[in-house]
């Protein structure tokens, strides 16, 4: 009994030393109780409560987040590790997510939706599970975050549905919730069961720790296989990676515009973050769950991008074609995650950091289009080019930045992914990476026909009416219009943005 | 005796029932049982696990956490299915297809 006594004064002595280390998510954290509140009471006085929590939340966070930056520490027993890469991520996370806090409120406008308060809450919940994917290398905190992300996103699909009973889009936005949820919980159990069998197998949840990879050294090939595929169901869920995508398309047409922006952008830099510690944790041995690892994830890297980028061919709404765009692009990241050298992680946060800026402006044009003319179709799109110059200027640009097309920093990232292959290619000569090479130029040559098919229609094809000139009276044009001249200057001067990450 | 292999054969079992019920989806209720069986087939073995990690309790620990997000994503589940059948009157996956390519 004497002995537990101390122990414990030990144990709360370390959770206390710990807190500092939590404190960025701790902000988070009272920013989402905040915003409840502010949505029960504050909301019919000032309406705008909420989103200023918020707001507020998401900047005091990432003010400590960048505090934390050239200085390696941990905490709560290893549960979290504080070093560059995370406090770099989670800052991209939270600069991520200022837009998508404006287009929700917009979105909101536009349709006449009161009561809005719990979305910003539910934002910020989601973004404590992002960050604390970014910060975990044990599974019982990965599968936490994880789930918290899930349910997080799965109630901000559905959230508007109940708002606009009757009408066809509320409809749709069910049907896409039930997909997600019921897709979402599957992989999740799967994962559960994987991880459970990899705990039988080492005794340690940990998995960067050596007691991890000896377990995983010492199991039996087929029941390490099966656990190891299961695990990666879970994160290809999240990161929407063949064959685990097919809710991607449903869930991005169906979604509100702004939530869809949400969806295939931030969460993905998170799931990337863990993915790639645990590819750089898992293939850093010669044995033979290493090879299943860098094989699996090589395969499906040339799938990916295959099918993203050929389905995507033949869509006609905007939104289902850069959903499948937004597969091809998983693919990418999934080569840049092979290529990335350990402790030099600056191609692959340029990357993503890229891909989510031209997501966003994409979708927000998309958003703005959706509430002028009242569709998502590219056809509805003709003749709109010659009365709107400047925002198909900019809609062409981004196209040309996804495609990777110099002048736009869109190249500038696949260059430096291709390059950093390219080299690794030529250390080990394996094949199945000169592969991965191959159909990573081969499907950027294939995006060039679908994006280009937003120019055609709007500056060559002929409206059934005389195009109209559309107001410009929304967040959403400005936000596009940002993200584009921000895709020029990260092209003409990469350094601005890579300088950040070194 | 009962040993671990056991626990295993009985969990990999109801593992595969979960999945079956999963895959045969004709409701979308039945589909949430059927995670909850995947879910507590994996439970079981974390807890079959944890009898052999004395320093940590990692197993137990982690069992109750799953325990807790089961029940919160499966009440989520069930109020998006409820509003699903306001909207179509049906929580058949197989009939709510307005999505698709």
Known sequence: MEGLTTQISTLLDHIMVSIPVFKPELILITAFIASIFSSLFIDQRWKQGSLSFALVGIMLSAYYVHAQLGQTQTGFFGMLQI???????????????????????????DNGIKNLGEIYSILLAATVGMNLLTISTNWLMVF???????????????????????????????????????????????????????????????????????????????????????????????????PFHLWTPDVYQGAPTPITTFLST????????????????????????????????????????????????????????????????????????????????????????????????????????????????L????GLGKSNPLLFTVFTLLGIALIGLPPTAGFIGKLLVFTATFDLYQHTKDIPILLLLITGALTSVISLFYYFKIPLFAFLRKGESTAPVLPVNSVAYFIAVGCGIAMLLYGLFPNLLSGLFS | MITLTHFLVVSACIFCIGLYTVLAKRNAIMI??????????????????????????????????????????????????????????????DQITDLRD
């Open chain 1, 379 to 382: 056809a509805a799109y003709s």
């Open chain 1, 83 to 109: 070093d560059a890469l995370s406090v770099y991520a989670r800052l991209i996370i939270l600069g991520l997510l200022l837009p998508i806090l404006f287009l929700i409120q917009q979105y909101a406008k």
């Open chain 1, 266 to 377: 931030v969460p993905k830099v998170a799931a990337l973050i863990l993915f790639q510690r645990l590819f750089e944790s898992w293939t850093s041995t010669l044995f033979y769950f290493s090879e299943l690892t860098m094989l699996f994830i090589t395969v499906v890297g040339i799938v990916t991008m295959l099918v993203g980028n050929l389905i995507a061919l033949r869509q006609s709404d905007t939104k289902r074609m850069m959903a499948y765009s937004s597969i091809g692009h998983t693919g990418f990241l999934l080569m840049a995650i092979i290529s990335s050298a350990s402790a030099d992680y600056t191609t692959l946060l340029f990357y993503v950091t890229v891909y989510a800026i031209m997501t966003i402006g994409v979708f927000a044009i998309i958003q703005f289009l959706e509430k002028n003319i009242g569709s998502t179709e």
């Open chain 1, 144 to 242: 936490i975050a994880i789930e918290t992300l899930s349910i997080s996103s799965y109630i901000l699909v559905g959230y508007f549905s109940e708002n606009k009973k009757g009408t066809e889009t509320a409809k749709i936005q069910s049907e896409a919730t039930m997909k997600y949820v019921l897709f979402g919980s599957v992989c999740a159990a799967v994962m559960l069961y994987g991880l459970s069998l990899i705990y039988g197998f080492t005794g340690n949840l940990d998995f960067i720790s050596i007691a991890h990879i000896q377990g995983l050294i010492a199991a039996p090939k087929v029941m390490s296989s099966i656990a190891i595929l299961f695990v990666f169901v879970g994160i290809g869920f999240k990161l929407g990676f063949v």
């Open chain 2, 32 to 93: 949430l049982v059927g995670i909850e069986l995947m879910i507590n087939a994996a439970i079981l073995n974390f807890v079959a696990f944890g009898r052999y990690d004395k320093i940590n309790y990692s197993g137990q620990v982690f069992a109750l956490f799953a325990i807790v997000l089961a029940a919160a994503s499966v009440a989520v589940g069930l109020a998006i299915i409820l509003n699903v059948y306001r909207h179509y009157k049906t929580i058949n996956p």
